[in-house]
């Protein structure tokens, strides 16, 4: 007898013969496929096998859209996860079941949970959309029970995800005695122990949960801050008990290299805290916000995954907290537990806040576990925000990833607003890498899947959010059109708003010039070494990255000659220890430096800089090259907006940057900087010396122009205002005067209702 499963293109029009008139790339037109309603619900046939139309690329995406557009019973889910091994295989049709409204769960789901958390993480996201349809798996508890019950043989991976599928719901009780012997076994490791208090709370396990607090009194291997997040816990379900056994540890004689003297002095910063907001409830007036950084360092730019981002919410958020109608700006991120003692979790300017939710480091919890790294952030957010009574009012995310995903998920819980910045990220870098590569390699796959992922993540935070901010482009909304299609029927739904990011036009912190000659002399630029004063100036800065190809402008200017006329500085990285991606980047740039040591003398890279010292130096040199501005030029596959080229651009410098993403919403292609093709260093060679050959007058007009443009129109408190005004309407206060005045030097911020 057949069965119907969906696996391959006999089930659909085949890849080659798409017709794509109307769109420039195959993922948007499977983009669009996905939200399209005819042919839905049909059974796919039985037959079907993997043949890949074009590539892998393709393969993945028909197989995610099968899934999805398809009526899928318990029948067809027992087939697939017996047949079907292949873990990026396997990705793709969970991704399509998460889309799935038709979609019955299957306790045969489980039988694909092991050590790829990816899948892992889509298993349970699954689960948690069909919560409801839990209690009517019958076999579910059964298969958890035992799947646990195999003690060393379960790994730790597969653990965590078991244990959060058993937190979803209290049919899903544990025996007492299983409880018991899982925390036994596994309560010195955080990457399961989240998962398991995880469960814990949802059951209300408090005896469990009391034994566990007396275990990290007297045993020294349950490390901070898992601790914390243990006692968090029992306060919020047992205050009482929390309090008996607060007194005792305040009477332990601790060293500062034991994790209760740290654990300790957190929570004693916390009580602090609540005591302080519960005192300022009736007297605080305005809303609260909340934003968010959950990767690299708010304060190191250029370091990691630092970039840009960090320097605006930075400067946004110490400006929306002087509106008179904010009450509070808090900025959450995360800080490592990598020093003695834990620093402070809260620093405060004013009204703005930055709260450091701490984290394990690395080897204890793989930043890479798509289940265990982000619960612990879910985890101590919820926490701490129930500890505290900070409650925000709106939660404004901006990054399509599961850490975000999460903090939505908290926000809906607790009844908070969201607002979301909508950006084709990771799309634009998925066409632009795999598009047309019909031979992509092994090692991109991990890579191209978690991209994937990363769309699916996106149209759920774009489902889910109360309003949406756009970034400025050349086209607004219909640039993004192509990658959510969903935009055509959610505009009725929700309120949208084109808004950029903005700067501070005039720092506010002075840098004087003696702390910048040192810089200035080392690439030979300073009044006591101006060696080099006569030469082009090229500048770039940023985080070290394949996103950002400071490898590729390296390899323009030294094929190019540009090396022959003019210096490349390139600014970011970490000086004392780079990352994995920042040293690969690093021998990319100095392998092509190997091939022209005479161009050696002309290159200098410099570590990450304080974005005031980069303020300063930017400044200095612009005032002080004579009848040419210097080259300020962004060599990245895309950029959503590009906060350095503006902090560039407003002390005079001339703009180059992608032509993908962000920036024709504020660069005129020879009127006030230049776009270029980014996609090759032969490309932006090209660009570069067709720049390098118009007069420079007439640059130095165009850089003036540029100059002019963005302190008129992007100063950081102008875009402030306009975001208050979102969140004011978001969180339902009514406000006048919604639609701000329009612009004619770049395209309005409407605040749209729609």
């Known amino acids: ?34 939200y399209e309603t005819a042919g839905r619900n049909g ?65 045969h789901l489980l039988d694909w949970i092991g050590e790829n958390t990816l899948n892992n993480r889509l298993i349970l996201d699954l689960l948690t959309q069909k919560q409801h349809q839990i209690k009517h798996l019958p076999d579910l508890k059964p298969y958890l029970t035992t799947a646990l019950l195999e003690d060393s043989a379960v790994s730790h991976k597969r653990a965590a995800a078991l244990l959060s599928i058993a937190a979803l719901d209290p049919t899903l009780a544990l025996p007492d005695d299983l409880i018991k012997s899982l925390i036994e076994r596994y309560y010195p490791f955080p990457s399961v122990a989240f998962s398991l208090l995880d469960y814990l709370v949802s059951h209300r396990k408090t005896d469990f949960l009391i034994q566990w607090v007396e275990a990290t009194l007297h045993q020294a291997n349950i490390p901070f801050p898992m601790n914390l997040a243990i006692w968090l816990s029992l306060q919020q379900i047992q205050p009482s008990a929390f309090m008996e056994y607060s007194n005792s540890l305040n009477s332990l004689h601790l060293t500062p290299e034991s994790p209760l003297f740290q654990l300790r002095a957190i929570l004693k910063e916390l009580n602090i805290l609540r005591n302080e907001v519960s005192l300022l ?127 939505a998920e908290i926000a809906r819980q607790m009844d908070i607003k969201s607002v979301l910045t909508l950006t084709a990220d990771p799309h634009r870098a ?74 501070e036009i005039n720092p506010s912190i002075r840098i004087p010039q003696e702390t910048i000659e040192p810089i200035l002399d080392k690439i030979k630029r300073s009044p006591q070494n101006p060696a080099h004063q006569h030469r082009r100036l090229i500048l ?11 490898d590729l402008l390296v390899e323009a200017w030294l094929n190019g000659n ?20 920042e040293e690969k980047m690093l021998q990319s740039i100095h392998n092509r430096l190997d091939q022209f040591p005479e161009a050696r003398p002309y290159f ?50 001339l703009a180059i940057g992608p ?50 443009t963005i302190r008129e129109n992007y100063d950081i408190q102008r875009i402030s205002q306009l975001l208050v005004d979102l969140y004011l309407k978001t969180a339902s206060i009514s406000i006048q005067n919604l639609i701000h005045e329009n612009r004619p030097d770049y395209q309005p911020a409407l605040l749209l209702t729609l």
Request: proline share 6%; aromatic share 10%; hydrophobic share 40%.
């Open 1 to 34: 007898m057949k069965s119907n499963y969906p696996l391959s293109n006999s089930a659909s029009k085949p890849i080659s013969d798409t017709p794509l008139n109307l769109l420039n790339s195959m993922f948007q037109y499977y983009r669009r496929q996905l």
């Open 43 to 107: 059974y796919i046939q039985r037959d079907c096998l993997l043949i890949s139309g074009t590539n892998v690329f393709h393969e993945w995406l028909n197989l995610e859209k099968v899934w999805s557009r398809n009526k899928v019973t318990p029948f067809e889910i027992e087939h697939i996860t017996s047949y079907v091994s292949n873990e990026f295989h396997r990705s793709a049709i969970l991704r399509g079941l998460n889309r799935n409204p038709s979609f019955e769960l299957s306790v």
């Open 281 to 407: 409830v009736n007297e605080d007036i305005g809303i609260t916000i909340a934003q968010f950084m959950f990767f690299g360092s708010i304060d190191q730019p250029g370091v990691g995954d630092s970039g840009g981002l960090s320097i605006f919410l930075n400067q946004l958020g110490s400006n929306l907290a002087t509106n008179q109608e904010v009450k509070r700006v808090i900025t959450f991120t995360t800080a490592s537990h990598s020093s003695n003692p834990f620093p402070s979790l809260v620093n405060r300017s004013g009204n703005y806040w930055i709260i450091s939710l701490p984290i394990h480091a690395p080897h204890q919890i793989e930043p890479e576990d798509y289940v265990a790294y982000p619960l612990q952030i879910k985890t101590f957010l919820r926490l701490f925000i129930e500890t505290t009574g900070l409650k925000p009012d709106v939660f404004h995310l901006r990054f399509n990833d599961i850490k975000t995903r999460l903090a």
């Open 430 to 503: 998925i066409e632009k890498q795999y598009e047309n590569n019909s031979q992509i390699s092994s090692q991109d796959y991990v890579q191209l899947n978690q991209f994937l992922f990363r769309v699916l993540i996106a149209d759920q935070l774009l489902h889910q959010s109360s309003s949406v901010v756009i970034l400025p482009s050349k086209a607004g909304m219909i640039d993004l059109l192509p990658y959510f299609p969903q935009l055509s029927y959610l505009i009725d739904q929700k309120s949208f708003a084109i808004i950029p990011e903005g700067i």
């Open 540 to 550: 770039s800065v940023g985080r070290l990255s394949p996103v950002k190809q400071q």
């Open 562 to 581: 540009l090396w022959q006329t003019a210096d490349l500085v390139l600014i970011g990285g970490s000086a004392s220890n780079p990352t994995p991606v």
């Open 604 to 653: 200098f890279l410099l570590p990450a800089l304080p974005n005031p010292v980069i303020r300063a130096l930017e400044t200095f040199l612009a005032s002080h090259l004579d009848h040419q501005p210097p080259f300020y030029v962004c060599p990245s596959l895309k950029e959503e907006f590009g906060i350095a080229i503006l902090e560039a651009m407003t002390a005079g410098w």
């Open 659 to 708: 032509i993908e993403g962000g920036l024709s919403s504020y660069i005129r292609d020879h009127s006030n900087g230049f776009l270029m093709d980014t996609s090759s260093a032969q490309s932006i060679q090209q660009r570069l010396l067709e720049i390098l050959a118009i007069d420079s007058n007439r640059l130095q007009q165009i850089a003036l122009k540029g100059q002019k």
